[in-house]
Nanobody
């Protein structure tokens, strides 16, 4: 099973910052559209942000202005910088290759109030 490699995440207080990274090198193309999903137990997986091959980004309204998705084409990595974190951002975060359907292994992000 092909899997993207994630790093980052952890526990932070409300208002703090975390950065997630997704390494797709050697796995998939650096021009694929990539995204970050999150899933809270008992809830559906939610698409948080995407970045296209041209660098166009999209965000769900609840993270707009707080989260930034970016990519490094040379390294074929995709990052999610999360600032101003809130307890409702607590979830397992997954990176995803929208073209190939490849998932990362998931990373826990916990925001305490």
């Amino acid at each position: 099973q092909v899997q993207l490699v994630q790093s980052g995440g952890g526990l932070v207080q409300a208002g703090g910052s975390l950065r997630l990274s997704c390494d797709a090198s050697g796995i998939t193309s650096s021009i694929n559209t990539m995204g970050w999903y999150r899933q809270d137990p008992g809830k559906q997986r939610e698409l948080v942000a995407t970045i296209s091959s041209s660098g166009t980004t999209t965000y769900i309204q609840s993270v707009e202005g707080r989260f930034t998705i970016s990519r490094d084409y040379a390294k074929n990595t995709v990052d999610l910088q999360m600032n101003g974190l809130k307890p409702e951002d607590t979830a397992v975060y997954f990176c995803y290759d929208l073209n190939m359907g490849y998932w990362g292994q998931g990373t826990q992000v916990t925001v305490s109030s």
